[in-house]
């Protein structure tokens, strides 16, 4: 029953999924890389909460409407929302944070504080 | 055995509720499952994936979008074949960053292929195709011969 509800349930509004992500650590920063297919940089949100930073998107009304004059064939692709959240490190600049999106992907700039950053030590002589 | 050991009333065996927590398992299961393409463990499909995609008809074209997040335009092969339509590329995962401090990979890494039949022959000369935010859209005109011709007949 809640099954057929669900779907029911999908034709009218976004499916709320999580996107998926790729997380890479580097000398000075982390860079966080989350596939959002077919937003609008407008659609896109980044809230930082104490030390939970959520990403969230929501596709255009245009891409989710069956476009003007054309009939429905074979369909697949489905409205949907992103929502994730990621809890930052102590590590990390929270006011250094940085985001791009591309492609259909976010790409999210995490610099981290200079006292995390690796230090190079000099040998005197 | 007669006897059954008192448990308190809420641990009592209920099949409905056995059922319904099946019911939630699948729910969860699709909904982290089904809109991700392939299955890195899934044997069998292991290193393929493919696109979602949409197909509209209109009386002078065909549209077909598809999602192929984080790929460049020129790495994306589009070619059309009668009635049917190749979607070939591979999304490749850059060298530098290949081996570099991964903390979590999740994003997949692969080559598609996914051949749809039209609703009709195309033009495909005259294929418009465009890349945007992560989404393919083709708008590919159909051929005159293949059109809905209309025949208007006399009544006598």
């Given at each position: 029953?809640?099954?057929?509800k669900?779907?029911?349930?999908?034709?009218t509004?976004?499916?709320v999924?999580?996107?998926?992500?790729?997380?890479?650590?580097?000398?000075?920063?982390?860079?966080?890389?989350?596939?959002?297919?077919?937003l609008?940089?407008?659609?896109?949100?980044?809230?930082l909460?104490?030390?939970?930073?959520?990403l969230?998107?929501?596709s255009?009304?245009a891409?989710?409407?069956?476009?003007?004059?054309?009939t429905?064939?074979?369909?697949?692709?489905c409205?949907l929302?992103?929502v994730?959240?990621f809890?930052?490190g102590?590590?990390?600049?929270?006011?250094?944070i940085?985001a791009?999106?591309?492609g259909?992907i976010l790409?999210?700039?995490?610099?981290k504080?200079e006292?995390?950053?690796p230090k190079?030590?000099?040998i005197?002589? | 055995?007669?006897?059954?050991?008192?448990?308190p009333k809420?641990?009592w065996?209920?099949?409905f509720?056995?059922?319904?927590?099946?019911?939630?398992?699948?729910?969860r299961?699709f909904?982290?499952?089904?809109v991700?393409?392939?299955?890195?463990?899934?044997?069998l499909?292991?290193?393929?994936?493919?696109?979602a995609?949409?197909i509209?008809?209109?009386?002078d074209?065909?549209?077909?979008?598809?999602?192929?997040?984080?790929?460049k335009?020129?790495?994306?092969?589009?070619?059309?074949?009668?009635?049917?339509?190749?979607?070939?590329?591979?999304?490749?995962?850059?060298?530098e960053?290949?081996e570099?401090g991964?903390?979590r990979?999740?994003?997949?890494?692969?080559?598609?292929?996914r051949?749809?039949?039209?609703?009709?022959?195309?033009?495909?000369?005259k294929?418009?195709?465009s890349?945007?935010n992560?989404?393919?859209?083709l708008?590919?005109?159909k051929?005159?011969?293949s059109?809905p011709?209309?025949l208007k007949?006399?009544?006598?």
């Amino acid at each position: 029953m809640a099954l057929i509800k669900r779907q029911r349930q999908e034709e009218t509004q976004p499916r709320v999924i999580q996107p998926l992500v790729n997380i890479r650590e580097e000398d000075k920063e982390v860079i966080l890389e989350a596939e959002m297919v077919g937003l609008t940089k407008d659609g896109i949100s980044l809230d930082l909460k104490g030390n939970e930073l959520t990403l969230r998107g929501k596709s255009g009304r245009a891409d989710d409407v069956i476009p003007k004059g054309y009939t429905v064939v074979h369909k697949e692709r489905c409205p949907l929302e992103y929502v994730r959240t990621f809890v930052l490190g102590e590590e990390i600049d929270k006011s250094k944070i940085d985001a791009q999106y591309e492609g259909g992907i976010l790409k999210v700039k995490l610099t981290k504080s200079e006292a995390a950053q690796p230090k190079k030590i000099e040998i005197k002589d | 055995m007669a006897i059954i050991p008192w448990r308190p009333k809420e641990m009592w065996w209920d099949p409905f509720r056995d059922l319904e927590a099946i019911q939630n398992e699948m729910n969860r299961m699709f909904d982290s499952s089904l809109v991700r393409w392939g299955d890195r463990g899934a044997g069998l499909l292991e290193g393929a994936w493919s696109p979602a995609i949409d197909i509209y008809d209109s009386k002078d074209n065909v549209m077909v979008k598809a999602d192929i997040p984080g790929m460049k335009k020129d790495e994306i092969d589009v070619s059309v074949h009668g009635d049917t339509l190749i979607l070939k590329g591979e999304k490749k995962q850059e060298r530098e960053t290949k081996e570099k401090g991964f903390v979590r990979t999740e994003r997949f890494y692969g080559s598609f292929n996914r051949a749809i039949r039209l609703p009709s022959e195309v033009d495909a000369a005259k294929v418009n195709a465009s890349y945007k935010n992560g989404v393919l859209e083709l708008v590919l005109p159909k051929k005159e011969e293949s059109k809905p011709k209309q025949l208007k007949i006399d009544i006598k």
